[in-house]
């Protein structure tokens, strides 16, 4: 067969390739260079070859920042997911209620993370925040800026106040769409309460579940601002989760080299739990069907 | 198997009902014979599933009872009343197989699995389902799917009635009649009390013994396809069965005769209607017949339009300023030339308000 080869519509693609360009390839290039390059100063640059990338592999620093970006990271999908199942499951479904609950879980959704830092870090204060009186009113010994175990609880539950209800609306949504008739179904078929939410609800949730899981664990992976604003990464390192560390050692210390190295390993890492994540949950809905 | 009695039945949405008009579903009482197949017939929102519902008892009525065989079950669940119920929408459990889809209701009463693998197996093979059984339900097509939800209702071994809220809504026309065949051959084999919700009514009249029309809420007439092809109680019932439905001509009565206009119907008796009450004469287009003659009694009318659907003619006429439909069958010739009509006079009905009158002999 004869075609007609025509390549002109490439230059249709081009506005979008300059503008990836611009907005994303060039800026990682840029990281790509410093990560293989060292400099004494005076813009001076010369060729270091994969060394940042060793010494990134091989630090103690880096592994412990990581350890502690997966411990919380776990923790949150671990909490967040099946409480949001859980709040979605209890909403009401018809009514005002509906209306009220649904502006009542988006409002932390809508305050900027510095703030909800800002918030949580005067709330939790022992001087003059409430959580932190509070806790000293009843006798538990609260400091978050000086306990490793206290400033870890505070972080995660303010990851939870901040997103769980992202979780949830993802749920209702799903919930929503279940017809009434599989409850109608399943109360004929005298199916039992978990039985409803094993085989009913769970797979038509899936959908929005992948979707949560997903974004939690992007989010969470990369969280800076908020445990930034709280604890600084402290007491000592013990939140100083991998974007913490890596804005303390591109801009603290400014190591370009090895925050370059970090910065790629760190967006790789992402991108291939991603991949996996997905992968795993589409092919588990494969099976499903 | 059950013999279900409504008793004093009826149903409103609103929880504190005003009227007749806040009734979903106006007071009826009935009794379901047991193993027979009813249809319940009726245009979209006339009530027919809220009955369903009821009966089911995923609806609680706002009065009277439901009885089963005699025992007072409106107060019980679902899930304690044995009843089977096949939805508009196929329901299937997604993630299960089709052997745990039927094996699901067993397992949610505790039977052990040798006593299931019996009974799904039975049923599988009844409704023609048995190399489909290790495949997921999710991948079934809906007629597939229909038979799924319908079985998972069978399994059980004592329901007592199998209810069917408008089945076949998804499914292709092709399939449509297969899968009612092998309803009513069902039927006949397990001899259930089974209740088919529809509003399609040759799905009625093929699939039951007893069809109930509903209207508005009421229950209009209840018998068997003949009596409401012959004598539709109420005149929703003779027009909303029939393609077309029964023709409805405003009337005086007098004495034996019936005025409409100028024009003179002799009828099959003496009818006496009160003063006040619209009356219309109803005749079925079968039973109409055209003529280039006068024959007598003839009336004059002229045709408008001669539609031809294969089997028969439908011809719309005009009698008297009215419309009118007259059916023609295939080895009758009819055109526009033909002047005259004759009323079969033994089909013709009286409706006083809606409702059949019977004639005085």
């Not at chain 1, 490439?10 to 800026?27: C, G, R, T």
């Not at chain 2, 068997?224 to 029964?246: C, D, K, N, W």
């Not at chain 2, 011809?315 to 080895?331: C, K, S, T």
């Amino acid at each position: 067969m004869n075609r007609t080869w025509n390549n002109k519509a490439w230059w249709m693609v081009l506005p979008v390739v300059l503008l990836v360009a611009f907005s994303a390839v060039i800026p990682l290039m840029t990281v790509v260079n410093y990560s293989v390059q060292d400099t004494f100063g005076n813009n001076q640059f010369f060729w270091a070859g994969l060394s940042w990338f060793e010494e990134i592999m091989n630090s103690q620093r880096f592994h412990d920042a990581l350890l502690r970006q997966f411990l919380f990271s776990g923790l949150i999908l671990a909490i967040e997911i099946p409480l949001g199942i859980f709040i979605a499951m209890n909403m009401p479904k018809k009514g005002w209620g509906v209306a009220v609950c649904l502006v009542l879980m988006s409002l932390p959704l809508l305050i900027p993370w510095n703030v909800v830092g800002t918030i949580w870090q005067i709330f939790g204060r022992v001087d003059i925040g409430l959580l932190g009186k509070f806790m000293a009113l009843i006798g538990v010994d609260y400091n978050y800026t000086q306990n490793v175990i206290d400033a870890w609880i505070t972080v995660v539950v303010m990851d939870v106040w901040h997103w769980t209800s992202l979780v949830a609306l993802l749920c209702y949504a799903g919930l929503q769409s279940i017809p009434e008739a599989y409850y109608q179904a399943a109360r004929i078929d005298g199916a039992s309460r978990w039985a409803i939410f094993r085989f009913i609800q769970l797979p038509k949730m899936r959908g929005v579940l992948l979707i949560a899981v997903l974004l939690r664990f992007m989010d969470s992976f990369m969280i800076y601002t908020e445990p930034f604003v709280v604890t600084g990464g402290g007491p000592g390192n013990a939140t100083t989760f991998l974007s913490i560390d890596l804005v303390k050692m591109a801009v603290g210390q400014f190591d370009l080299g090895p925050a370059a190295a970090f910065s790629l390993v760190y967006f790789l890492i992402i991108l291939l739990l991603s991949w996996v994540f997905y992968t795993v949950m589409t092919h588990l809905d494969k099976q499903g069907g | 198997m059950a013999e279900i009695h409504l008793k004093q039945l009826a149903h409103s949405y609103h929880p504190h009902p005003s009227g007749v008009q806040d009734y979903a579903l106006k007071e009826i009482d009935h009794v379901w014979e047991d193993g027979k197949a009813y249809a319940l017939l009726g245009a979209s929102g006339c009530g027919k599933s809220t009955l369903l519902n009821v009966i089911s008892g995923l609806l609680h009525p706002s009065q009277g009872q439901v009885l089963f065989n005699g025992e007072d079950v409106t107060n019980l669940p679902t899930e304690k009343r044995h009843i089977a119920q096949v939805f508009q929408f196929p329901v299937v459990y997604d993630t299960m197989s089709v052997y745990d889809n039927l094996a699901f209701p067993l397992r949610n009463r505790g039977r052990d699995e040798a006593t299931i693998r019996q009974r799904v197996g039975d049923i599988a093979e009844m409704l023609e389902l048995t190399g489909e059984l290790k495949k997921k339900a999710r991948g079934l097509a809906a007629d597939a799917k229909q038979k799924i939800s319908l079985g998972r209702g069978l399994v059980r071994q004592n329901v007592a009635a199998i209810l069917f809220d408008e089945p076949l809504t998804v499914i292709d026309p092709h399939l449509k009649w297969l899968l009612r065949m092998q309803l009513k051959s069902l039927h006949q084999r397990i001899s259930n009390t089974m209740i088919y919700v529809t509003h399609d009514q040759t799905e009625a009249l093929t699939f039951a013994d007893q069809v109930v029309v509903m209207h508005d809420g009421y229950v209009v007439q209840i018998g068997t396809p003949q009596a409401l092809f012959e004598r539709p109680s109420h005149t929703f019932v003779g027009y909303f069965i029939g393609s077309p439905g029964m023709n409805l001509l405003p009337v005086q009565i007098e004495g034996t005769q019936a005025r409409l206009g100028e024009l003179k119907i002799e009828l099959p008796g003496r009818y006496t209607i009160p003063a006040g009450r619209k009356t219309e004469l109803g005749i079925r287009p079968e039973f109409v017949s055209l003529s280039r003659e006068n024959r007598g009694h003839s009336l004059p009318v002229s045709i408008q339009h001669i539609e031809d659907i294969g089997r028969h003619r439908i011809v719309r006429a005009e009698l008297a300023g009215h419309a009118l439909n007259v059916i023609v069958p295939g080895d009758v010739a009819v055109s526009d030339d033909c002047r005259y009509l004759d009323f079969d006079r033994s089909r013709i009905n009286i409706y006083a308000d809606d409702w059949l009158q019977e004639a005085r002999t």
